[in-house]
Structures are given as C-alpha cells and as structure tokens.
C-alpha cells in the first residue's frame, strides 16, 4: 500500500472468522509501519541525550508538518480528490499532492481507489478496510497484507488520471514523499540552526509527524466505524464522534460523511471542530477552492427522521406492540413534512434570486406553519410511541 510497491511477500496463514485464508504479507509497508515509530522514538532520545530536551523549534515544525500533511490528507485526497467535494484550483492541488506525499499514505490514485470501494462497498469482504474485521485490521494491518481484490485495478479513479498533477505524483510518490515529508523539514531546520536543527527537524516534523499523521488517518477506518452515535443511517458500522473529530482533522463525523459524502463539511455546525471544512473555506476565499458542494439542510433533517422513525419502529416491534398504525402515521407526517420542506428550499431559492411577489412572500409563511404543525405532529407521535402499552400486557 505505501509509497514503494511490494517486491517481496511471504505466504501467512491468518484466521478469519471460521474459515482459514491465506493472506501475504506486504513486508515494505510492515516495516514501515513499525520502524518508523521506532526510529522516531531512538531518534527523540538521541537528540535529547545530545542536545537538551526538545524546545520551540521541535514543537513549531511538528505542528507545522502535522497540518500541511494532515490536511493534505483530508482536504485533498479525501474531500477533493475522493470525494469530489469542490474544485480546487491547481496551485491547491500540487500543494495537496506535495504534502500528502509526505504522509505516506500512497499516492492520490490508490488512495482515492480504495477509498471509494470503501464507500461503495462498505463492511464487506470488497471494502479495503472492513470495519467489521475488528479494530487493529480496519486500523493498520489492512495495509500490511497484500490482497488482490482490487490490486492495480484503477477503473474507479479514471477521473483522476487524467489529472497531469495527480498522474506525476503517482509516478513519483516516493521520492516526492521523502522530499517533502523528510528532506524538507530536515532542510529548515538545517537553515535555522546547522546540523543539531536539522536532525531535530527530521526526526520531529519528518518521522515522528508521520507516524502521528499515520495513526491519525488510521483512526478514521478503525474508531470512527465504532465510537459515537448514528443518527442519519444505522445500516452500516460508521458513527459520528466529536472527539473523534478532534483526532482526525474533524473526520470523525463520520456517520454524517457516509450517508452525504459529497459535501464538503463533515461537521456540519459552526462549532462543529471541523478544521478540514474551515481550511477549504478559507481557500475559497482566495480562489483555490470553487464550487464547495453542501447538502440542503431540508434533505440532512429528513435524513435525520427517517433515522428517528426507523428506530421507533424498531422499539415498537422489540416491545411487541402493533406498530402498522404509528408507522402509517409517522410516514405520512414525514412525507408531508418534506415535500413542505422541499418546497421552502425551492421558495428561499427564487426569493434570494430576486423575486419579491406578495403570493410568493405569503407562501413561504404559509410553508413554515406547514413545517411547524409536521414537527409539532410528528413528536406527539414519538411520545405515543413512548408511552405506547404491549397489547398482551
Ligand atoms: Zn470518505
Ligand atoms: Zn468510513
């Protein structure tokens, strides 16, 4: 999976579920993995014994590395390059392009490949990083086993290929990888103080920076399929998490990215930590990023019912009450409610458009009473629910 291709592999029986299947093992990306932290660590050591304990210099480059990669990672090879989430402009792609490379994580084309066969077959045996494979495969070990399922099969990224950015930095990633990952933060630090600078700037902004950006992607694939709430879509393992969020760059609502992938927000309030989303909307300030795609907020509520009734139902059912008549209520209340929604959205649209007509001012009233009389209607449902007796008690 990591920036060099796997030249040597060894057969591994490993145990899934009932069944054994022969995985091999990928020892480049194994010994990454592992090294890395280690390397890190002696290094840390090295430089502590030799020079004193780290100070500003080692706190600045590591925080400074963390996000240029990180949000390389997030903002480019998830939300732009994945994900379609808007457009960037060029001089955004080769930053993203450059400074994910220095995050080890591929190049954009495996990456994206992989992650849209996550998305599309999501906690099944198809999804690179099966979430229901338990906590350390979705985490790191997919990365360390070679499976063939989608090897080199790159019909899901055809879009980015065409890219010539993308398509250099596919052919290049190592070295584009070591030079800015590695080399880069070795180069300012030789420029702020000499040779100690420069050691300390590898190994803090270069290696240690890496394993930290690593484990933070990883968390994405591993805790954020099994910590916190589901409240749009409880059919497949991803949940949204604000200190999950806080760990990944605001990836951690992830729930909510599942069922609208598209948009450009994970965290969808203001105080939402999502600093992903605020980064691509300071980019739109200056024109590197265009066309930030957003679900309409009619769609995200109706989405966020739907979840509400379909868990009522299932109390219901779980309390062996006849739920037919509460589900007949609560779908006609959802249908009316979101065809008024529907119809503000569209009615905001041509008021912010221009229009300005008394009929189309008295509709828009007469919408949101519509709106409010639903939401009033369907919680007095809920709370039937709530209070419902089983038949047989
Ligand atoms: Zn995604
Ligand atoms: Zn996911």
Not at 326 to 349: P, Q, W
Request: charged share 20%; hydrophobic share 45%.
């Amino acid at each position: 999976m990591f920036a060099l291709t796997v030249k040597s592999n060894m057969d591994s029986a490993f145990f899934m579920g009932e069944s054994e299947v022969k995985l091999k093992i990928s020892w480049v990306n194994a010994l990454f993995l592992t090294l890395t932290p280690v390397v890190g660590i002696a290094g840390a050591v090295l430089l502590w014994n030799e020079y004193g304990a780290p100070g500003m210099f080692e706190g600045a480059i590591f925080v400074s590395m963390y996000l240029a990669c990180g949000l390389s990672i997030t903002a480019g090879y998830h939300r732009l390059f994945a994900h379609r989430a808007y457009e960037g402009h060029w001089l955004a792609v080769l930053f993203y392009t450059v400074f994910a490379a220095g995050a080890f994580q591929n190049s954009v084309i495996e990456w994206c490949s992989d992650h849209r066969n996550h998305h599309k077959m999501v906690d099944t045996d198809n999804d690179p990083y099966n979430a229901k494979r338990g906590f350390w495969y979705s985490h790191m070990v997919w990365i360390m086993i070679v499976e063939d399922l989608h090897a080199n099969d790159f019909s899901n990224v055809k879009d980015l290929q065409a890219n010539k950015i993308i398509a250099w930095q596919h052919r290049n990633i190592f070295k584009i990888g070591v030079a800015s990952g590695w080399l880069f933060p070795m180069a300012i630090g030789y420029l702020v103080g000499g040779i100690p600078y420069a050691l300390s700037g590898f190994i803090w902004g270069g290696v240690i920076r890496t394993v930290a950006v690593h484990h933070g992607t990883f968390c994405v694939n591993s805790i954020a399929h099994i910590f916190g709430t589901q409240p749009y879509d409880d059919s497949n393992t991803s949940r949204d998490s604000w200190w999950v969020a806080f760990l990944t760059f605001g990836e951690g609502y992830h729930n909510f990215h599942h069922i609208f992938q598209a948009d450009y927000r994970n965290g969808i309030r203001w105080y939402h930590f999502d600093p992903t989303k605020w980064l691509i909307k300071i980019f739109s300030i200056f024109g590197l990023a265009t066309k930030l795609k957003k679900t309409p907020q009619h769609s995200i509520d109706i989405a966020l019912l739907d979840m509400k009734i379909t868990k009522s139902t299932r109390k219901l059912d779980e309390r062996s009450i006849d739920s037919a008549l509460y589900v007949e209520k609560m779908k006609n209340t959802r249908d009316d409610l979101r065809s008024a929604m529907y119809n503000l959205h569209k009615a905001t649209n041509e008021k912010k458009e221009g229009a300005n007509s008394e009929e189309l001012a008295a509709k828009i009233i007469q919408l949101k009473q519509n709106i409010a009389a639903g939401q009033a209607e369907i919680s007095s449902i809920f709370s039937d629910i709530n209070n419902a007796k089983p038949i047989s008690a």
